[in-house]
């Protein structure tokens, strides 16, 4: 079964810092994608970056991009220049596709505080 | 642009009591989802839909029921609600050209 780890319950970082947020993944599939959501303290769920697996270019938008290691099963969050607004819980999740059995498979989350 | 819209943001049951968590979206995504989140934890699937009248259960179905009767409309029933029902539930909708999900703001329901 397909299964998604982050690794780091909790994180801090200073405001204009950069942080690293981990996820490790496992899955037999070929073709996948995968995404990092962040969710503050209002609860809305919010997708902050996908990347397409079948690309070797790491995903950047804004301030966040990642670090997509194919062969490791990684897939790294950074965030650069912190800003107070980046505090939240942040998900990492990976599509399932087989057949018709089509779901997301969430990691547990990382809360990341940001110091001022 | 709507997207996905969440009905209601919060609720207090009792205990055997029932209702429905209502989901809608606009951007004609074949595929939904229910899922919970309980606090600390991250997000656990009740049941998806990959289209009008076709569901299948998730990871933790068993007090819920769903239907999908149209594309936009995925009402999730509870019928005798019970306290580990409490939680925070999300609908969510799935774009197929790019697997991109979009969530409704989320029910709080407590159960006492």
């Known amino acids: 079964a397909q299964t998604v780890t982050q690794s780091q319950p909790e994180m801090s970082v200073q405001e204009a810092e950069t942080v690293t947020l981990s996820c490790t993944y496992d899955?037999?599939?070929?073709?996948?994608?995968l995404f990092w959501y962040k969710q503050p303290p209002s609860r809305q769920m919010i997708l902050v970056i996908r990347?397409?697996?079948?690309k070797q270019q790491n995903a950047t938008e804004n301030r966040f991009s990642v670090n997509f290691q194919k062969a490791a099963k990684s897939f790294s969050l950074k965030i650069s220049d912190s800003q107070l607004g980046d505090a939240a819980m942040y998900f990492c999740?990976?599509?399932?596709?087989?057949?018709?059995?089509?779901?997301?498979?969430w990691g547990l989350g990382t809360s990341l505080a940001v110091n001022p | 642009n709507a997207g996905v819209t969440q009905t209601p943001k919060f609720r207090i049951l009792k205990i055997g009591q029932s209702m429905t968590l209502q989901c809608t979206q606009d951007?004609?995504?074949?595929?939904m989802y229910w899922y919970r989140q309980d606090p600390g934890m991250g997000l656990k699937l009740i049941y998806y839909?990959?289209?009008?009248?076709?569901?299948d259960k998730g990871e933790v179905p068993n007090g819920y029921n769903v239907s999908r009767s149209t594309t936009e409309d995925f009402p999730l029933r509870l019928e005798l609600a019970a306290p580990s029902q409490t939680s925070v539930y999300f609908c969510?909708?799935?774009?197929?050209?790019?697997?991109?999900?979009?969530f409704g703001q989320g029910t709080r329901l407590t159960v006492v």
């Open positions: 999740a990976s599509p399932l596709n087989a057949g018709n059995n089509r779901k997301l498979i």
């Open positions: 990347q397409e697996a079948y």
């Open positions: 839909s990959v289209g009008a009248g076709i569901t």
């Open positions: 899955t037999s599939e070929s073709d996948y994608y």
């Open positions: 951007m004609n995504h074949n595929y």
């Open positions: 969510a909708s799935e774009s197929t050209k790019d697997s991109k999900a979009f």
